[in-house]
Each structure stands twice: as structure tokens, then as C-alpha cells.
């Protein structure tokens, strides 16, 4: 057992507290290192935690990790988290690949790209509407089929809340009115800050719970649900993300041999 993070060879853990002007993870699970090594030979680098709106850092600084991956020469970031599912198909223990985001907080006039863009990373108004790579998500798909996890993958649209209360049954209402088919708190400032600094981006979602839209319902969202799922689907995720890692690289040596 262990996250993905755990079975890299050739492991570097950094912890965050020793990167100069890093977020300290502040979250119960969230182990707070950055942890350098090969997943089936490619060289990786994995976040053992990342921040959140709700932990009190700016979205910029949330999202400050993907710019440090950038100058590392990372080409392609794989986002996951846990979410609520909203859509009602969507089971526990599911994964929804993200085709598409809402970002609510972008909404309000919060951004990470906030402020004076540094052109060295990306343009001052980058594109959005292609933000998760079409063929990744593609193969993602064929991948989960010939790893026999067709029937638990779906593919949807993420959206982020600034939390960190869970959501009420209207707000939940609103946002399936609005086309979210998965609730979080994170991801979707990572994945602008991605782009932005253009990265090819993918995303998926480990559905830890069913939003609750009924009033009479008993059942409460809670964190240690979440993180139950989370290490309960520890082992296919770990299978589906090395899979597609190992997919990127095949594509990436097929174009510069
Ligand atoms: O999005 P990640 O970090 O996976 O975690 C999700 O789970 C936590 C709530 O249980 C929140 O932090 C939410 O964003």
C-alpha cells in the first residue's frame, strides 16, 4: 500500500517547510513534500499535498507549486483530487475525468493569474475553453478499459468552492443546474496556472462521497469519509495513473526519438 508518491523509484522526499518561500500544508492528510523519482522510468515529480483556498493562502500562492514544476521542465501535470458527486450516476469510489471546469471563484474576480503577469510564464488573457488535453483524456479512457475499470469511470465537469464548509443543499441544487457533475475545493487554480505556463493538463476526480441534494436525507459529507475512499481506491489509482504516465512518455519519445 502506500499513495503514488510512495512507490516512485530512486525517491527524493523534500519536505516543504525547507523550499524557500513554499506553503506549509496545513490539511489532516495531506503530508506536506515534494517527492522526485521514476514511475515506470519516467522522472516525475509528485505532491505529497497541495493548498487550498481555505488553509488562508492567496489562489496565486495555492497554485504557486505548478510554476515551480514548470521551471523544473515538467511538461504534463496530472491533477486529481477528491470530490463530492453531484452527478447522480457517479458512485462512490468512481473517477471522473475532468473534461471541463467552472471556476466559481473566477466568478467573484478570484484568480491565481491575479495581478501583473509575468510573460516569461504565459499571456496576460490565456485561452480556457481547451484547457484539458482532448487526446489524454482520450486515451485515459481507452486505458480504463483495458485495465477493466470502464463501468467506474466517467468523464465530467469539476467545479471548486473556496470552502472549507461542505455544501448546502441548495448551493448543490445550483450547481447542477449549472452542469457540474463534481464538487472539491482545490484543482481548478492549478490546472489555470498549468495552462497558463502551458503545460499539457489532464484531471480526474476520486469521487469520496455523494453530494447530498435532499433535504430529508441524515447523511453528512465529512473528511475522514473523503480520506477512507481515498486510501480504500489507493491501488486503481495508483494502476490508472501509471498507466497514463507511461502513455505520455511513449507519445513523447515517438516525437523526439
Ligand atoms: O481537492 P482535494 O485536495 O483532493 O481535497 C478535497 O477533500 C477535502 C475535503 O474533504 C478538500 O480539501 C477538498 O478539496
Redesign the pocket.
Known amino acids: 500500500m502506500g499513495s503514488l508518491a510512495d512507490v516512485l523509484d530512486g525517491k527524493i522526499e523534500v519536505p516543504y517547510e525547507i523550499i524557500p518561500h513554499f506553503p506549509r500544508s496545513t ?1 489532516q492528510g ?1 503530508a506536506g513534500k515534494l517527492v522526485f523519482g521514476y514511475l515506470s522510468g519516467v522522472p516525475v515529480v509528485c505532491m505529497k499535498g ?1 493548498f ?1 483556498y ?1 488553509e488562508g493562502y492567496p489562489l496565486w500562492k495555492c497554485a504557486m507549486p505548478v510554476r515551480v514544476m514548470k521551471l523544473l521542465g515538467v511538461t504534463h501535470l496530472v491533477a ?4 463530492g458527486g453531484l452527478n447522480p450516476k457517479f458512485e462512490v469510489g468512481d473517477i471522473m475525468l475532468v473534461k471541463d471546469h467552472i471556476n466559481l471563484m473566477g466568478f467573484a474576480g478570484n484568480n491565481p493569474l491575479q495581478g501583473p503577469n509575468d510573460e516569461r510564464f504565459g499571456p496576460r488573457f490565456p485561452p480556457m475553453n481547451e484547457a484539458y488535453d482532448k487526446t489524454l483524456i482520450r486515451e485515459a479512457k481507452r486505458i480504463a478499459k483495458e485495465l477493466g475499470l470502464e463501468n467506474i469511470v466517467h468523464e465530467g465537469c469539476y467545479t ?1 468552492l473556496g ?2 464548509n461542505f455544501e448546502t443543499v441548495a448551493e448543490l441544487k445550483m450547481l447542477s443546474m449549472l452542469g457540474a457533475d463534481s464538487v ?4 481548478v487554480h492549478e490546472v489555470i496556472t498549468g495552462r497558463h505556463c502551458d503545460l499539457t493538463v489532464m484531471a480526474f476526480s476520486l469521487i ?1 462521497n455523494k453530494c447530498i441534494t435532499a433535504y430529508d436525507s441524515n447523511d453528512n459529507p465529512n ?1 475522514e469519509e ?2 477512507d475512499v481515498g486510501k480504500m481506491r489507493q491501488d486503481v489509482l495508483k494502476l490508472f495513473v501509471q498507466s497514463i504516465v507511461k502513455y505520455i512518455k511513449q507519445t513523447e519519445d515517438s516525437i523526439n526519438p
Open positions: 490539511v495531506h497541495r487550498h481555505y486529481t483530487n477528491a470530490a471548486c470552502g472549507p472539491g475545493m482545490s484543482t469520496t473528511h473523503v480520506m
